[in-house]
């Protein structure tokens, strides 16, 4: 288990099924490159909306930081920047 993840208080109150998708997802293996790190977010988001788990903001930062810790620094940097757009669609839904 991933301690931090356990002890951030940001995630104090996640429900039982957010917990164990983040867990598991921070166990993955991840990739070590931009190439490789896209294809696999987007399958684990698929996953998580099929098991209708949704996430906020911060809690979409925590698997950007776990998929991007491997990388090389620009790409941690793109990835975060992907994220962002990410994040900021989900807060503007199409009408």
Same mark, same amino acid.
Not at 20 to 39: G, I, T, V, Y
């Given at each position: 288990?991933? *301690?931090? =993840? ?24 991840? @990739?070590?490159?931009?190439? #490789?790190?896209? @294809? ?11 098991? %209708?788990? #949704?996430? !906020? ?7 950007? #930081?776990?998929?991007?810790?491997? =990388?090389? @620094?620009?790409?941690? !940097? ?5 994220? *962002?757009?990410? *994040?900021?669609?989900?807060? %503007?839904?199409?009408?």
């Amino acid at each position: 288990m991933d *301690s931090n =993840l356990l002890n951030n208080p940001a995630f104090a109150n996640l429900s039982p099924e957010k917990l164990q998708f983040l867990l598991s997802f921070a166990q993955k293996e991840k @990739p070590l490159n931009m190439k #490789d790190a896209m @294809p696999f977010l987007l399958s684990n988001m698929r996953q998580a909306k099929e098991n %209708h788990i #949704d996430f !906020t903001k911060p809690e979409i930062e925590l698997l950007c #930081d776990l998929l991007s810790k491997d =990388l090389p @620094p620009e790409s941690q !940097t793109q990835m975060k920047k992907i994220m *962002s757009l990410m *994040s900021m669609n989900r807060s %503007h839904p199409a009408p």
